[in-house]
């Protein structure tokens, strides 16, 4: 038992930019691909990862002092304190029992591709700690440690699954084959589909909103560090930032804004050449396999829609903090959701419009997830001596990932019948989600179909048509030379009627 702890927290030690790509160094090997490249893609691997956490680090710290700036305008003192995800991480990996989650990760998983039941390799084993801090909450609960493995186990199931669903769309949003994100934040989409389901019925939802549609519309102001620029400006002032700190924080975001895509082409450039030679392995070995390579979310970070809407997203949040009742929690360290960003990315197909709206509909769930879960996870930094917490305070998490996940299923497993009609309802929610985003089309064109936009219709009206409505793809092949039957009035002509005929004047040689 020692032995597998030293080794955990020697992993633990080595972090997420260089664990990641020591796995799939070793993947790569495996595969096939050749030492050279296998290693110049991994250390490749490595700077993505890195220079993305550098620069999420970088938007954090500049919207953050914003947003405290904001609610310190508005007067706002609440009691739990936001230590973000970092905060709850940490505490969570003090947890005595965090590592036997690795062993429990990789058998699940093992056992699923073993038996076909996914097609996804987890490799993001530094986020494990999710899985930890879900049994710890559950544990809470019922004072049961079976109980907790019980549904961390199962949300590991979800996870893979989850995954298996979205790979296609990641790889026509990021085009990069053969990964996904096996991520817990991509579940709170089972949450968001409902929603966005009823948003296909508003015509103005159903038309392309992704940053390259909307610089088509706007110009300039569409551009990446245009867009940067123009939010940053805004969110100094509303911080009550003076011109010049306002400017400073205006470059600031435009800066990260331009290189966020930069950094994404770095994975790309990582994990297509790992990606065909485990495809090439799969072939070899296992007849009709495919097997996708889970990832952390960072890979997704590279589409500018997801960070303007979590920018979009920061007075939201401090309006709800202020005017939800029983909202005891501030959104500082979490303040850009992140737990909520990818799930939307994913499920809307990068559509901005769409993402902001089920933004400020589901925000008040993290604020309310907060104030529920601060006494659990104040009791856990105090038991584990991570943080010293003031008398009076509680520690908490302003945009906690899985709210709904953890308290139906927690309390589930506590015995409480409302939580379990929740959880059944979730479960069936998940399915329906599973089903949908397998179907759906891809997002690159799904607004374009929901906008109506189809072949041209088999028939067309007399009174309607005219040279520009005709599709002359339909007559290619088609020779249409005089013949011998007079046509009077070309405009009464179906063209698709003609399809297979052959009006030419050359005569047939016997």
Known sequence: MEVLKEIVNFVLNLGGPVFVPLIMLIIALVAGLSFKKSFIAAITLGVAFSGMNLVVNYMQEIIAPAGKAMSKALGVTLNAVDAGWTGVAAITWSYKVAFLFFPL???????????????????????????IFTYVIVYYFTNNMFLGFIVASIQIIFELKIGDVWQRHIEDMTGMEGVTVPHFITLFAVILNPINKLLDYIPIFNKPFDSEAIQKKI???????????????????????????????????????????????LFMEALNPIADAMSNFMKKHFKDRQVYIGLDWPILAGRSEFWVTVIVLVPVELLFAIILPNNNILPFAGIINLSFAVAALLLTGANLLRMIVLGIISTPIFLYGGTYF?????????????????????????????????????????GQWWAVVAAVIWTVLFIWLYKDQQKIALPSKRYATLAGVTPT?????????????????????????????????????????????NFSQKKKVK
Do not use: C
């Open 105 to 131: 990760l990789l058998a699940i998983n093992f056992v699923m591709l073993t038996f076909n039941w996914t097609k996804t390799l987890n490799v993001d084993m530094w986020n494990v700690w999710n899985k």
């Open 219 to 265: 110009g300039i102001f569409g551009e990446n560090k245009v867009m940067g620029f123009i939010i940053g400006i805004l969110l100094g002032f509303g911080a009550g930032y003076g011109l010049s700190k306002s400017l400073m924080l205006a470059i600031q975001a435009a800066t990260a804004m331009t290189l966020f895509p930069m950094i994404s082409k």
């Open 457 to 501: 219709s088999t028939a067309t009206s007399k009174a309607s048509v005219n040279y520009q409505d005709i599709d002359l793809n339909a007559l290619d092949g088609m020779h249409i030379g005089s013949g011998k039957k007079k046509v009077n009035d070309y405009q009464n002509i179906d063209l698709n009627a003609l399809d297979g005929m």
């Open 374 to 414: 601060a006494p659990m996870i104040t009791k856990l930094a105090v038991q584990t001596g991570s943080f010293k917490v003031p008398a009076g305070q509680q520690l908490s998490w302003s945009t906690i990932e899985g709210p709904d996940f953890r308290l139906f299923f927690g309390q589930a497993f506590a």
